[in-house]
Each structure stands twice: as C-alpha cells, then as structure tokens.
C-alpha cells in the first residue's frame, strides 16, 4: 500500500479520502470493509529504532530454564547446547549496526523463504505480525517469500497454504481476525506430526518457520526446533507470544499481544452494562470474561471499570475457597449494598473460575474420571452414588441446568467444557438462594434481580489498538530479524514497553528458559509457564487497595469504545502501567509535552 | 465547562490537556471518569443555525391522527381545539427572528421555571437532552430554573427532584447513561397519577415539563398535557422521541435518539464475532438484539455487518412464519453453506421474534390466560390438557429450558417476559434437530456448532456517537424553545438530518397527530403508534437484494468501535442514510469537498 503520508496526532497516515462513501448494500466494493476498517489500513505503526536502519544481535545474558533446567536440557540436547555457532540459551538483542543491512539494495543479502503459521485461538493483531514480517523480509531482500499456512498447524502438516504477497496483505494492515490464513489448535508434537512438519518445510526450501501463538504453541515450537535441528533441517523456528488471556508473561515478554484489544473491548462493554446498572438501579449484572488459566483479564477489566466486586481465580486458590465462600462473599457485598439503599451493581467472574474452587474442582476430576469409566450420564442418582460424599452434596445443591452442562457438554478427549459453564447463571441461583435464606432470617432487605453476561469472542477478532498494532507489527519485523540471522528456538521478544515505542527493545528469549515440568496426564511435560496473577502484583495491589471502596460506592469507570485517534488513543493497558512504569501510563509516543 | 475552544475535524472541542493521566484506582480523582469519557466532555455539539441566534415560531401544516381521529379528538378535547391562542393539531417550525430573543441579555424575557423527567429504558444521548435544555434556558434568561425529577415518573408524582445546574451538568456532557436523575417505567396516566403530577408542578411553579421518553411515555405526556388544560395549570408538556428501539417514528421525527449509538455498538460487537466466525471457522453465533415490537435494530446491524441471516418480526408476521418456519429457513442456509464447506457463520434474531410467529405467540397467549386463572405451571401435564392441541404439540417438543422460561418468568402482570426468553437456544436446539434429522436422509454433510450471544444492556449507556450527541442537544433546545413560546402536548423535533446538523431544522409535532387506536386489554386505546419496519422501505428493500449472497458468500463488514474523531466519526446510521437522504451518508458536517 503506498501513498501520501499524512502527520496527526504525531502519527503518520497513509492518504485516505476524507469523505465517506455511500452505502454500498454490496459490501463497499464487495468485500465489506467498514469506513473505520478502511481508516485503519492507513495507519502506519511506530517501528523502534533498532528495526529502523542496518542493525546487528548481541548475545546476552545467559538463562537457565524456570525450573527442571537438567531434565529439560536433556529432552533439548540441541536447543540447549551450542547450535550454529550460537551459545545455548542466551537472549540476544537487536542492535544498530555500520555494516549493510535490510535497509540496502539486496547487497549480499539472499531472499529468504519464510513459513509463518497461526495457531491456537484469535487475538487482536496477528494480521500485523505477519504485515510485519513481511515487510522485513521485503526490506532484506525483495525477493524473499513469505508462506502462509492455512488453518493453523494442520496447514503446515498437510502443505496446505498460500504464498503471501503485497497486495493481499496490504488490505489486513492492522485489521482484526486470523481470517486471511485461518488458524486452529492442532498440535506439531508427535513424531509423525513432526516428520510432515519436516517434509513440509523441506519442499517449501525454508529458511524459517514463525509460529504466533499462546504457550502450548510455543512449547511445540521448541520440539520443532529441536527436531530440525537433530535433522539437521536448515528452517529456522521462532515463536511469537499471542494470547488475550495475557498469561504468556516474563522477564522478556512484557505483555502477550492482543490483551490489550481484548480487554479494552470487554471493559468498553463492561463500562456500559456498569453505567446501565446505576442508571436502572435494579439489577445485579454477573459478567463472566475469558481467562481459564489466568486472571490477568478480569483484574485489567476491574481496573478499568471499577466494579463492585472481581473474583480472581488465583485469589480463590490461594485461600482455598469453594463454592459457599465464593457465594458468600457475593452475597456480603448485596447485603452491604442493600443496607445503603442500592440494589445494582457489576460483579465481573473469570471463565476458569469453576476449576478454582476447590469443591467444585474435586468435583468435575471426579466426574471426568467417572465417565471415562463409561457411567451413563443421564443417570443422575448412579452419577451421585458413585461420587464421595462431599462431592455428592455439592452436585446435588447445583442448579439443573448446571449439572447438565457438567454431564453433557465434554470436549473430544471427555473433559468438561470449562467455557460452556455458566458459572454466572451458577452463581446468580446459588446468591439468590443464600439472599433469600437471609431475608428470612431478617439479616438482609434488599432486593435482589440478576442479568447474566459473557464476554470472549467479542474481543478476539476485534481491530487492534493502537498498542498491538504497533507491538504486533514490531515482532513481526523481529521475528524476520531473528530468522534473518539464523537464529532457531528463540520467542520474539519486544520490551521496554514503558518507553515510547520508537526506544523499544527488540530481541530474542530462548524458549527453553521459560520452561519448567508441569505433571500433564500423569507424567512431567516440559511446558512454557504460566504467568498467573501475582498476588503480590502492582495491578492485584491496585485492586485490593481499592475493592472495599469499589463494592460500596459507585465509582464506576466506562471506558468507553477504544479511539484510534486522540490523546488516549495512545495508551497501553493499566497493567502494563502497573507492570513496567509504576502507574504512569504507557504511551506509544512521547507526549508533546515531554518533547520540549 | 469553559475553555479555550480548538477547531478538529471541523468540529470545536474545548481545551483539554493532551496528556494522559497516570492511573487512579481512586477513580481519577474519586469520580472515574475514564480518559474517553474526559475528552467528551471538551465535544461541543454543532447546532442548527435556527438555534443560535434569536428566534420566532411559525404555524405550520394541520395535521389528523394517524388513525381514529374523531375519537381521540374526543378524548383529547383541549388539546385538539384552539388553547392558549394557538391552533390545533398543527406543527410549528422555528425560524430565525428580528425581534429579541434568547441570545440578548435578558430583556423583557422572565426566567422560566421547567422540569424534566427521564421516562422508560436508557438511551445514549439522555445526558444531551437535558443539557440541551439548560443551555437554552440559560441563554433564554439565566435566572431560570431546571428541575431535574428523580428515578422516573416516580419522582414527578412524589416530587423526588433536584435543581440542575451548570456544574453539575457540565460533568455529563456528551457521557451515556441517565444516572444524573436516573429513569424509570411508572406511568402518569391514571387520575391520582396525573393529580399527583399537578401537585408536584404547583409545588415548584413550573412553566413547562419536558418528558424524555418512547411511545408509550408520550403518549402519557399528551394525557398529562391535556390534564393540565383542564386544570388551567400554566405547565406546558412537551415530549422528546427517545428510544433505541428506533420504533418512535414519523413524518417529522426521523429518527429517535440511541437507536444510532445503540446499533454502532451492537454491530461492533456482531462484526468482531463475525470476524471470529470467518478465522475459526467452526461456529454458527446466534445473536439476539433488542428490539421487542419492531426489527429496526436488527435490520440496521444487517446493513452494518452482512450476517448470513437476519430474522426480521415484520416480514415475520407478514408472511405469518412459525417457529417451523424460520427452523427451516436457517437449516437451510447452514446445508447451502455446508455444501459449499462452511461450517460457520451468524445469524441475528430480534428479541421480539417469539411474538411473532404465530404459533409461539399463540401459545404464549394461553400460557397467559391459564395462569390467571390459576393453573399450576410446575404441573405440566396439566399446562399441556388446557392448550389447544396446536399449541399442546409445539410446547411439547421446546426444551425444558425454554418451557420453564415460558411458565416461569413472568412479570408483575402475569405476562410472560419475552426479553428473558432466549430465543436464540430454542433456535439453535431446534434448528440442530432438524439438521441431524436432514444429516441421517443424507441431505445435508455439514458439522453445526453454535454459539448463544444476546446484545442489549451493553448499547443503551454508552458514549453516544456524534450524531446521538448532536441531535440530543438539538433536541433539548428545541425543547426548551417549544416551552418558551408555551405550546404544550408537542413533541420536540429536529428534523432533515439528511443535512449537515447547521441546516437541521427545529419544531414541535402535536402528540395527538401520531395517535391511533390500538386494541390494549380489550379496550381501544389512543396510543402513539410504533413505526415497524417496512416491508417495502429502503432499508428492508436493501437488505433484501443482498441477503441470498450474504448466505453464502463471506462479504462480513465489521464496523469497529465508535470513533470520536477522523472521517467516518460524523457518520449517522445507515437507516437513516437510506430513509432520508438516498443511501447517502448523514453527516454532521458537508465534507471540506461541499465547501470548496
């Protein structure tokens, strides 16, 4: 996409006719980008200084993995050993350099040929790591290839993609969706799994394979790593860190991309249900947001809307709450609110929350394993038989609904569904019921009505911020500077996110020193750890500072629908605030003022 | 608010600083006003030109009820004679006048004393309307005074209120919600309903009462009005169109406030799910939206985001669809896109849609008629022995699930609650059954999963877009205006927005002109009539051209978030484009290409 660079509010933007069209019933041209779409093609992201001109890696400090370091180096004996002439887990960073680089005319620089695969689910932004690989790849050598696997790594497995070329591309800049090369959540892992993957990227002649991805993926991207290099495979792997439930988090990875879209979409809808709830004054809203692991969205969330009360489901494991303290509590907040007279209020629940509570954990291990052994669901009274007695009480006081969704709804290896839970409608029956039993024993005279809401796809494919267009652009770029530098087994890594984002640092973080052993079905499994919510954490501090003053009062934050343009459009989430920059907001310019 | 005004976009925006604040879990200064909403309240509304300066009122055309003019006539026997001076039953328009008006400094002018009355469900853009009023009450003499009553009509009859004034107003400019004096959905119709109106409006010498609300609100404010009449009391009633069902509808009211605002946040949240539907590809969404009496809302997000199905209650009704109907209708669509092997798509289902197929709301009919005569609905055998053997049959074969929701979800008058019926699990339970049942006949290969989504809450209290906060500003000026020239029992109107907001013109249509007779509760009854979706208007007649490809090609249009600023941020919905102004966008302002 070229045309005349336009300057506001610091950024450039491409030229884009300031008049808006007529509406098109055939889809505006046929392909149904929106005017805000189409604005958005024109926005042209920060790039940090060291992606600007020529630049060079400088090997770093060296790591040891989170934990199990011996035995992962011995399931990795290459990634973890000297390869290529690079020494073993060190991190390396991007530096300027004098020698020619991307920015010259090709030069002594070969095209390479670069496979890039999403995988797992949607996250604000993907379309620009891979714009910015591409355009990397571009500015190394304008020959090079850029190979898009279809589907996730089912495409890479079964050569199943689409070369991936300017034109196309250019109508993705910094839109929302996977949809220009789908994704999916099969996984490369498996010996033959492994082979296909090889056989693949032998017939592409690939220098790289980029893998955009969560944790899982990025741990399979380390077994492809060190399968190509047992193979002695020329194809380079370099993961890229993609989750909205922000728990891929370290040293290096200061935020995952597409966190920061989601959660500003969810609390723009969180702000609005918040407002409505003081506006009617009749109604409890129970939220539930995705996270199944981590909590990381609804603490950013509570922190953007302020509501009345946020479960944090690393909270309620650290103090070993079931499902009567969880209810309790939320009753306790009504009550209290009931004695002022108010009767509304936001209560934000996060999606793995049932698995948290200890009760109700025991209970679906039990039912999960109960099935297995082929007990018929439908038989609810042999179902209770054949749980222990705690486990049987608490099933039997769930709502029918519940059990059914408990019973039925199991994912293809015969696990509960944790997403489909209805953990707001559980909660909003069992409150309501320990409501009642209280306004009978004439300790609570309120009145007590409840919504239940859901938020999770409304904010996977939505068009990234600012930030993630930014940030996803810059690991793009250096995830092709990795590559281009022969580098395999590393994360692409963009930090010093507190600083404007022309002073970013880029690099690379072994993906083995992120590592630890997780018993996974009975054995330890060498898997990229979970950054769970820190209890002792900037935003958790935040939060708890704040929450008893939150349940009471009516300080609600509506947060309004993410802007592109304007003095806050610019901000990166309070978390990251909260993280790297001790509150202060994170901006991807320098303020004007600041300039001076 | 006073500041020093910037020109952007074309439009003014008062002084704010540019800089981002850091983080305040105190709520930025203990009021949580989120950056956003900050920079809204620095947005200064364009106002139609007959607004600014001094102005006269002029007679125009006479107008008859929509429908049964005599009788209401009849039971309006002031309001449609002569009273106060002026004709009956004809609109008036403002126009620019010689004479001292509202600008000069007082004058000849005495203060006014009105008060105003959120009525019914939120709608973005409340805050405007009676900001608007203030503005005009402040120019018009600023010693006048504004009543602002309390939770609804509620706070009318009990004289629950307090003074508004400019710094607090100032505080809501341009913000969503209605929790500066909050709402409610009691009526003044009833005798002691309207004396206890009339002691609340002697109480504080009010000259005029501006009641915010949807049809049937005003059509309470004509019986108020008309109460006052005979009364003698000098308290003129005027009503604002308000809803964002976008039902309020007619010849001088384009378009009610918050149906824009309303359906921009729907349709972001449709298109970022469709967007997701196109990238994962292995999910049906089934997404019901407000809109109980009228489709507007669903058919407006259609033209925004290209669905591959929207269900709309008039063509419905028209065509007198059953549930069996519109199951087929959507299976349908799912096999055509199975063959062509896609397995994902949305669908959206107007909340009203169990109304209107004709065996449900057979059905619900004698549900309703059964339980008051005290038919136990936990027995529901004996619920199925007291239906017809139509609705018998179909009750039968819904889910347990919706036959509870049917039986138990009932509001204070026994009715069932249609809104807390989820339409969207009945339709996908149904419509799965028929394709497994297509599935075993071999007529259809696909694979259907799907998703339950409900849209509602979320758009009713958000920022309101340009044009919401432009028209709602408008609105209460006009209001204001209509009152100060003591007419009484006209709606406020600000019509031709097909033009830029400066040429917009401004006046008030007589309640009574768009009456007719509808059977309520056995009884003919003089009520505003709701504007259905046409079935051969030009947003039902566009949305019909395309629909048989927006089945099965992929033409998704995701609008995104709400934008403040750049070149789309003037834009009105597409149903107002297409209603007035030819499929034309509505914009606030002619594009700097007009003005060359």
Redesign the interface.
Known sequence: MVGVATQENGLLYRS????????D????G????????L??LSYVPVLPDCLRGRHELEEGDARECVGGHEVICSLFPRLSNAHGGHSPLKMVNLHPAAAPGPDSEGGEQRPLRLGVVLSG??APGGHNVIIGLHDYLQRWHPGSTLVGFL?GPRGVMQNNYKILQAEELDGYRNQ????MI??GRDAIAKPEQLAAAEKTCLAHDLDGMIVIGGDDSNTNAAIMAEHFLKQDLKTNVIGVPKTIDGDLKNTDVNISFGFDTACK?YS??I???M??A????KYY?FIRLMGRAASHVTLECA??T?PQLALICEEVAAHRWGLKDVTRQIADMIAQRAELGKNFGVVLIPEGLVEFMHDVSTLIAELNEMLAKGINPADQSDVIAHLTPESADLFSNLTP?IRSELLEERDPHGNVQVSHIQTEKLLIKLVGLELARRKASGTYRGKFAA?A?FFG???????PSNFDATYCNALGQAAGALVASGRTGLMATVSNLQQPANKWTVGGTPLLSMMHLERRSGRDKPVIKKALVEMGGAPMA??T??RA?WAIQD??????????????AD?AS?TL??ETNE???C?LQS???DDC
């Not at 300080?555 to 003095?567: A, D, E, H, L």
């Open positions: 884009v006719s300031s008049k808006p069209r007529p509406y019933a055939g889809g505006d046929g392909k149904g980008l929106s005017h805000v779409c604005e958005r689910g949607q589907a929302g969706g996977f949809h789908g994704s979409v723009e809808m702000g609005n249900i407002i409505d003081m506006s009617a004054k809203h922190l953007q302020h609904g919504l809401h796809y409304e904010g996977r494919c939505s068009l935040s939060y500072s704040m003053i300080w609600c934050r509506s947060p309004g629908p993410i802007q592109f343009r304007g003095p806050s901000m309070i605030a909260l509150g202060q907001p901006l303020s004007p003022e």
